[in-house]
């Protein structure tokens, strides 16, 4: 939605606070990244059976502190409950490929050709023995299905691109062994992210957008390439949507 990205990022229009706040994905999402971010150094043997009570323990801790709601924090460690033993049995696959490394690390690339800054935080980096990168992202929801990746969700393969050319100096250039979204919901899901064999490739064809959208003769044109038209924005409104439809062409107009 091209539209959103004007209006908050030119305009600098935000949507404001609610005056009561309530206990949404966001705050969960947060959490459960804030939860391994926690447990992880904490737990060298995931196969110990004492790793579970562990991370239940770190768990209720962080909910305490950050979610204000008690009966929300009984649900949400139930919640973790649910995926602790499944997380927990993947985790010792994951360690035989890679050892645990950085967490909720920022990185950031410049792109050739257009003054734009390229930013990312990755969830986790794990560093095989030949110091290859293990990339993974913590989804507390769905996590993208390769259709949706390829056409859409396109984080992880940034941040492979990224990681190959140095734009996170907490492990430095390296190469990228592969890329997992783990879905960490009622139940638990790795996803493979669909990574181009061709990085540079995929790179310049990024940078080529960046280009294009840089360029003064293309508008913000609002829900261009939405994944579905049921999908809703936080500007629509401001877009006049319902006045007009997907099904009509953008008409382009110079303002004074």
Known sequence: DPYAIYARHVLGLKPLDPLVHSPDAALR????HDILEAF???????????ARDL??????????????????????????????RAFLADEVTRRQRAAPGPLEKSGRMTLDGVDFTLTAKADRLDLTEDGAIWLYDYKSGEA?????????????ILEAA???RGGFDAVGPASVAGAEYLQLSSDVKSVA????????????RFTTLMQRWASEDLGYTARRSNMTAQDTGTYDHLARYGEWDETQDANPEDLP
């Open 193 to 204: 992210a669909w990574l181009d064999r061709d990085e540079s490739d995929f790179l310049q």
């Open 144 to 156: 993208p299905q390769p259709k949706a990746q390829e056409l859409y969700d396109k984080q992880l």
């Open 40 to 50: 992880l150094p904490l737990c060298p043997d995931p196969g110990d059976p004492a």
């Open 55 to 84: 991370l239940l323990e770190v768990s209720e801790q962080l909910l305490v502190r950050d979610c204000p709601w008690p009966s929300v924090q009984r649900l949400w460690l139930a919640r973790v409950a649910r995926f602790a």
């Open 29 to 32: 999402g947060n959490i459960i």
């Open 162 to 164: 990224m990681i190959e």
